[in-house]
């Protein structure tokens, strides 16, 4: 059975599986903090398993991210892949096609704050391929 | 000398010392994401020595705490001191008037979201006395 509660190496649970529409590879969610129109910010702890990301995707309103275990990928279309380790953040601006992950051989947890979600949350598009993923120099 | 870099326990490295105008005790700010137009969300990490808060405070666009580490404590005005613990958040409302920091016997760390700082960041007011700590029952 899965052991689904924090513990002292982590801050969260890891919550619900990530929709397989959305990502490739296992993921968890945890939900921190839900839409509403007084903060305009949501807020989730994201667990990526090693090789795992999701799809691209943009964000109407921006999107930060916080990374805090493990070491991961980000890539911004036309761009090369960044790694990120913890305690590095990433500001992601509106409708700037990208997308994170795991890298190959660790697992990696971020808390992505969702800013400006009056505009909206996130557009998703197709899935990153082999090729993209593993193009990391 | 004080080793204030991150470390294999901490996400990220302590920062700066917090201003005794606005504090009671010794707290740490680390600057995670500075004030912008296109976010429109400023993000920190605060380490609260045992004992430590900071004084009464309104945020104008709001605020989300993100518990991390340690025992904290969150008192808004009128209300009984709370008890935050690792993994815990709190969101603040405009105009609430509240304060937070560690509780007497463990450090205490958050990440504070400022959300929609297009409407203000903060509103200091007065320090939180001694009687007012120790009410937490």
Redesign the interface.
Known sequence: MMDNS?NQYT???KGEKAPADYFTGTAWIKS??PADD????V?GNVVFEPGARNHWHTHPG?Q?L?A??GTGYYQEKGKPIQLLR??D?V?I??AVIHWHGASPDSAFTH?A?N??TQKGIVEWLQSVTDEEYNSYQ
């Open positions: 924090a801050i969260f649970a921190l903090v007084i903060f305009n910010t807020i921006g930060i916080i805090t275990d913890k305690g953040t500001s601006p509106p808390i704050v800013t400006n």
